[in-house]
C-alpha cells in the first residue's frame, strides 16, 4: 500500500510545480546549480526552512521522490537524509535543526530548458504538535550543450 501511495505522489508531482512553497510554519525551495552541461551530473538543491517556532522533525524521514521530466533522469528513485542532507541548528535553540538542504542530482539528455522536481516529505515540529509534509516543488534547468 505504501509503495502504491509514493507511485501516486510522484506521478501527481508535476514538473510545473513551483520552485518555492511555503505555510507559516516552514518554507521549502528548489534551487538548480549555477551550470549544468548536457549529459554530465547536474544538480538542484531543496533548501527547508523551519519557522514560527518549529523546527525540523529528525526523527521523520525526510525524503525525495524525483518526478518524471523530459529529458532528465535521476541515479536514484528516492533521496534520503543520507544523499547529503545538511542541516544548521535553530538560533534559538541549538538543540534542533531549523534549516536543511538536500542534494539532488540528475542528468540532462539534452540542452536548452528543462525542469527539475518531485516531491519532498518531511516533518516540522514545535512543542506542542508535530506536522508532516507532503510539497511538490521544481525548478526550470538551463542546459549547456558544452
Known amino acids: 500500500m505504501r509503495a502504491l501511495l509514493l507511485a501516486i505522489l510522484a506521478a501527481s508531482a508535476s514538473p510545473d510545480a513551483p520552485s518555492h512553497a511555503e505555510k507559516a510554519e516552514w518554507t521549502v525551495d528548489a534551487r538548480p546549480a549555477a551550470k549544468v552541461v548536457r549529459g554530465s551530473a547536474g544538480k538542484i538543491t531543496l533548501e527547508i526552512a523551519a519557522r514560527a517556532g518549529f523546527h525540523i522533525n529528525d526523527e521523520y524521514p525526510?525524503?525525495?521522490q524525483p518526478a518524471e521530466s523530459p529529458g532528465v533522469s535521476f541515479p536514484k528513485t528516492r533521496f534520503d537524509?543520507?544523499?547529503g542532507l545538511e542541516v544548521?541548528?535553530?538560533t534559538s535553540d541549538?538543540?534542533?535543526h531549523c534549516q536543511g538542504r538536500l542534494?539532488?542530482?540528475f542528468t540532462a539528455s539534452g540542452a536548452g530548458p528543462v525542469r527539475v522536481g518531485?516531491?519532498?516529505?518531511f516533518g516540522v515540529c514545535d512543542e506542542n504538535r508535530c506536522l508532516i509534509e507532503k510539497v511538490?516543488?521544481?525548478t526550470p534547468v538551463e542546459v549547456a550543450q558544452n
Not at 518531485?118 to 516529505?121: D, K, M, R
Open 62 to 64: 525526510l525524503r525525495f
Open 81 to 83: 537524509r543520507a544523499d
Open 88 to 90: 544548521q541548528a535553530c
Open 94 to 96: 541549538a538543540s534542533h
Open 103 to 105: 542534494p539532488i542530482t
Open 118 to 121: 518531485g516531491t519532498l516529505a
Open 136 to 138: 511538490v516543488v521544481s
